[in-house]
């Protein structure tokens, strides 16, 4: 069974940054896209950042702004997500799950739906006050 694990996350006030990092513990097929993904209470979970782990850029939800970075060592199979100028809006428990890619013509995409993400970690909270 392919483990997913987190750390990081905690609490910060407005303006300030955290890091997340996640650990998977293979590095095969179905791990090769990695995802970030939020919910925050009452609210439906959504993407944050994914990204193909053999190379290319992250594609990144419309709420972050150029606020968040995502980084990554495949020797170590780990991923980070750096999160700065953090906001009220982004307290939630962040979740890093891993998938599979898609590949369309010559391009590689990481789908974020079900049948795509195959593996979820346990999340790590995050809560930013004002």
């Known amino acids: 069974q392919v483990q997913v694990v987190e750390s990081g996350g905690g609490s910060v006030q407005a303006g300030g940054s955290l890091l997340l990092s996640c650990q998977t513990s293979t590095y095969t097929y179905e791990t090769l896209c990695m995802h970030w993904f939020r919910q925050a209470p009452g609210k439906e979970r959504e993407v944050v950042a994914s990204?193909?782990?053999?190379?290319?850029?992250?594609t990144y939800a419309d709420f972050v702004e150029g606020r968040f970075t995502t980084s990554r060592d495949n020797l170590k199979n780990m991923v980070s997500l750096k999160m700065d100028s953090l906001k009220p809006d982004d307290t939630g428990r962040y979740f890093c799950?891993?998938?599979?890619?898609?590949?369309?013509?010559?391009?590689?995409?990481?789908?974020?739906?079900?049948?795509?993400?195959?593996?979820w970690g346990q999340g790590t909270q995050v809560t930013v006050s004002s």
């Open positions: 799950a891993a998938g599979s890619p898609q590949v369309n013509g010559g391009n590689i995409d990481c789908p974020t739906d079900q049948a795509h993400v195959n593996y």
């Open positions: 990204f193909y782990r053999g190379g290319g850029s992250t």
